[in-house]
């Protein structure tokens, strides 16, 4: 029952030759390759393609830095039906391999999700191979039995009547012995001589969701398949078979499974079958209980049974067919689990490529990075969220984790590159290697601005104003990956996510984990995975069946995928298969550290036998006594305490917390190579850090700094006791890579910060716009003195215009100053600083500050900051003017908080550059 299906193609072995990607000149940056740069999902509006708008886009995508697109179809545009494409028709077929052969001749990858719109289904799925739900028509009856029971069965809403196959009619005596009277039922009328006493009767319907698919494109439209059934599995998939093969083109390198979206579908034809073959007793003998609100012991595990069978048929029916047709391909599968109605680390485990995805702003704090509530939503994807698809990935092996990043972090329109970054970080610290932009829509160059948008993105097209700066953010994007894909993840812990426990506490026969559920269902494990890393520690997430072939080397516990850790924390987990429980008994016996945090289990799941309750006791029986402590157990040990932070500090010695977090405040992953480790460290709170005597935990002989932002690269300051020094202002990160041999690298150049002279340019300023829509005097120039937004001046035009303009200025360096940094306060929303006619820096992330000692000279010098704004004023101003822009068929541009509604009310948005604008002189 709990055996792991080896369905990986990428394992350790495979991920261990990403170990050359870091091979350099220590002074040098890495090639990472193109896997290291970002991607961006693409939505093919209607599919209204055309070869030379697919051309001229794929060539901007490539040369703004991106690696690769992922296609998606949805819905079209309004009165654009002649120019829509039918999905997987010839015609499609023909443009998608054109625009295949495009991204290939500009070194980009193509993929493309396995459907239009999600989740799976289309034309194809009748009602027969369609998401199925348990519909119940019920009644009571006292029979004195004398007379006979006519009852109509059929369900009371007419719309689940539709389709809906009778599987049984049953009748339950108090005593809740089953009666099968189906063969009383004529019509959909039960005529039935009870007899005498009272009776409970159900009615069970094979039922349809007649679920749609969501944002479908032409020819992607119909139901949602049945996600259970192998046979409906495969009978969706033949399409693809029958279209790639009519076309005799290449398939994709890897298609796409969106987010588990599949709502009120908790059975299919096999269930009943399924369920007595994995549990051992018929769930229609406890049919009562299973339907039942009531939260009894007995209804609570009859319940967690059923959600168990439906986890392994999605498991087996869902993920498994579709890796395995995927390989029969040449191709590979990319897999967003959350959602599911099962184990999400089980099912991420079967794909080769696990996803998570962002919904909302991270919980970061940078300085000066504030956007107002109105304009936010609420965050549903915290890191411990996140790391369900990582942890799955580290542990069986897997290379890559990849995110659908930057979904609805704020309105469109508003999103900024420095609003980015933080969000990008936070999924990096979260174990992200791979990053999808969501998304880029599909529009052609003929196209009235802002074009074709979807609903949800954050707008990755040539049409977004900040497109010229999206360069920098890839390349900042490409630098962190090519580590953060090198060598190995490097956790010391093992966290168990005690999935039985939260099926039996939430008393239900359906449960899907999407990522807002699991702040609710799962919020004590989260708060374990916050306590554990706030500790210093890092940690990795494994389920019952990865327990399951885990094995012992070295007294360190070693994944299916090659994975090691130092240990693993059960946390107070009432519920345990004995078999899982006898492995870690096991484990521990065999050299391994295993530490309960909170109550040994003390219970099976549901309904066993009396023959795994017997053994569960066995197993208990081989464990020390619940008393604080870490006890010797065969060649390991095993560690009990109430808590996970007392649990933890008993095997203190031998774990490795890094004091960057404890003391710093500093978040960090890390990961190890064959010549040392590499650190990607990030200040993402307000206060800025300046860390003289930071150590790590691993050993080393030299320590370099890497800058992902511009580049820069130079030796750490390393003290007589091996600490270091750290400096990361709020909003910054670094990357550091530890060496096992002392290598030739300039010493790292720090932030002056004693004797340093401040000097603000307070007076003098002019500005004048260098490009504006609408249009706007260009010639004229602004004596302004003092720093002031644009939108600030008396010319209302300048509250409702997308702009760039040039702040200019004069200012005087002393002779003997050696190094000149300059910081920019209040831009709105990207700065690009010219010094005597000379470019030296564009800054688009917090902090805005850059060193600028090169660029100037002893005396007169003059400073231009060109400052680009957002779109905001203009696009409001558009709708307070009537401008239809919005055409689309489906939902048209929701605001960050669901609501359909246009941006009329938006207050004006500050645009430019307000200051102060300061020079640090040493």
């Known amino acids: ?59 901007k995508y490539a040369d703004s830095g991106l690696g690769g697109l992922e296609l998606c179809p949805i819905y079209g545009v309004q009165g654009n039906d002649s120019n829509d494409i039918s999905f997987l028709s010839p015609e499609w077929m023909g443009v998608y391999n054109y625009a295949r052969e495009e991204a290939a001749s500009h070194g980009m990858t193509l993929d493309m999700t396995c459907g239009t719109g999600w989740p799976f289904g289309g034309p194809n ?8 739900r348990l519909d119940v028509s019920q009644t009571t009856y006292a029979s004195n039995g004398a007379k006979e029971l006519v009852w109509d069965t059929q369900l009371a809403n007419p719309k689940h009547r539709r389709e809906a196959k009778l599987i049984g009619v049953y009748a339950y005596n108090t005593n809740n012995e089953r009666v099968d009277i189906t063969t009383y039922v004529n019509n959909d009328t039960l005529t039935w001589a009870a007899p005498a006493g009272e009776w409970n009767i159900y009615a069970l319907w094979h039922g349809h969701t007649f679920q749609m698919v969501k944002r479908a494109a032409p020819g992607g439209e119909g139901f949602v398949m049945d996600y259970f059934s192998k046979n409906a599995v495969q009978h969706y998939l033949a399409r693809f078979d029958t279209a790639f093969a009519k076309a005799n083109i290449p398939w994709p390198k890897m298609m796409f499974s ?38 009894n012991d007995t209804a609570r595990r009859v319940k967690a049974d059923y959600c168990e069978t439906v986890d392994s048929l999605l498991r087996t029916s869902f993920m498994q067919t579709w890796t395995e047709w995927l390989h029969s391909h040449g191709s590979t599968a990319r897999e967003q689990a959350h959602g599911s109605v099962g184990n999400l680390l089980d099912l991420y485990a079967l794909s080769e490529t696990p996803e998570c995805e962002t919904y909302g702003r991270a919980k970061v704090k940078v300085r000066d990075l504030v956007v107002p509530d109105t304009f936010q ?14 942890s799955a990935a580290h542990t069986m ?31 990096f610290l979260a174990g992200i290697n791979r990053i999808f932009y969501h998304g880029a829509a599909y529009s052609p160059e003929q196209d009235a601005w802002p074009g074709w948008k979807f609903y949800a993105s954050v707008d990755y097209s040539p049409t977004n104003v900040f497109w010229p700066e999206l360069k920098h953010l890839n390349k900042y994007v490409e630098r962190c990956l090519t580590f953060l894909q090198a060598g190995l993840p490097d956790a010391d812990v093992l966290v168990y996510f005690p999935m039985y426990d939260i099926w039996y506490n939430q008393n239900t026969k359906y449960l899907p984990l999407s990522i807002e559920r699991l702040q609710i269902v799962a919020a004590d494990f989260m708060k374990v995975i916050d306590e554990v890393e706030t500790l210093g520690y890092q940690t990795d997430y494994i389920s019952d069946r990865q327990i399951l072939e885990l094995s012992t080397k070295n007294n360190k516990l070693v994944t299916a995928g090659g994975a090691a850790y130092k240990t693993i924390v059960v946390p107070n987990a009432r519920f345990m298969h004995a078999k899982v429980l006898e492995k870690l008994v096991s484990l521990a016996e065999s050299g391994a550290t295993v530490i309960f945090a909170g109550d040994y289990p003390s219970s099976v799941p549901g309904l066993s036998n009396d023959g795994e309750r017997a053994a569960l006791k066995a197993a208990l029986d081989r464990l020390p006594k619940q008393a604080n402590g870490l006890f010797g157990v065969g060649n390991g040990c095993v ?50 850090i300046d860390a003289n005597s930071v150590t790590l935990a691993v050993d080393f002989a030299d320590a370099v700094f890497y800058n992902p932002l511009d580049g820069r690269i130079g030796r750490a300051q390393v003290n007589a006791d091996k600490s270091l020094r750290i400096q990361l202002e709020s909003g910054q990160t670094t990357i550091l890579r530890t060496y096992n041999k002392k290598v030739d690298v300039p010493q790292w150049s720090y932030i002056p910060v004693d004797d340093v002279q401040h000097m603000q340019l307070t007076n003098g300023w002019t500005m004048r716009f260098v490009e504006s829509t609408p249009e706007v005097d260009l010639s004229n120039t602004y004596n302004i003195d003092t720093l002031v937004y644009w939108n600030a001046l008396p ?11 040039v702040y200019t200025n004069k200012f005087t360096i002393p002779a003997e100053a050696k190094s000149v940094m300059l910081r920019l306060k209040n831009v709105k929303e990207v700065a690009e600083v010219t010094i005597n006619g000379n470019l030296a820096v564009s800054l688009w992330s917090m902090p805005f500050v850059a060193d600028i000692t090169n660029y100037v000279t002893p005396g007169d010098n003059t400073i231009e900051i060109k400052v680009k704004g957002s779109a905001a004023n203009l696009i409001a101003q558009m709708d307070r003017d009537g401008v239809k822009w919005r055409k689309f068929k489906d939902t048209n541009l929701l605001d960050v908080k669901g609501k359909r509604r246009d941006y009329a009310w938006w207050p004006i948005e500050n645009m430019g550059l307000q200051g102060p604008v300061t020079l640090e002189i040493k």
């Open 1 to 59: 029952m709990l055996n792991i299906n080896k369905l990986h193609t990428l394992t350790l072995a495979a991920a261990a030759t990403l170990l050359s990607a870091c091979s350099q000149q220590y002074d040098q940056w890495p090639d990472g390759g193109n896997d290291a740069k970002p991607c961006a999902r693409w939505w093919w509006m209607g599919s209204a393609v055309d070869s030379t708008n697919l051309h001229n886009l794929i060539a």
């Open 125 to 132: 799925v009748t009602p027969e191979y369609s998401a199925a």
């Open 258 to 295: 969106d987010s588990y979206e599949v709502y009120g579908a908790d059975y299919t034809a096999d269930m009943f079958n399924a369920f007595q073959k994995q549990h051992g007793y018929d769930v229609l003998d406890y049919l009562p209980q299973l339907l039942t609100p009531e939260a």
């Open 795 to 805: 010319d209302s035009a300048f509250s409702r215009n997308s702009a760039t303009a």
């Open 377 to 390: 939503r609420k965050n549903e994807s915290d890191k411990a969220i996140m790391k369900f698809a990582s």
């Open 639 to 688: 560690g009990f305490s109430t808590d996970v932070a007392s649990a933890l500090k008993l095997y203190a010695e031998e774990l490795t917390v890094e004091n960057m977090t404890v003391r710093n405040g500093l978040r960090y992953i890390r990961r190890s190579n064959k010549d040392g480790y590499t650190y990607f460290i990030a200040n993402l709170d307000t206060a800025d």
């Open 397 to 427: 092996g897997k290379p890559y984790t990849s995110a659908e990043a930057l979904t609805w972090a704020t309105e469109h329109f508003r999103m900024t590159p420095a609003l980015c970054k933080p969000e990008l970080d936070a999924l």
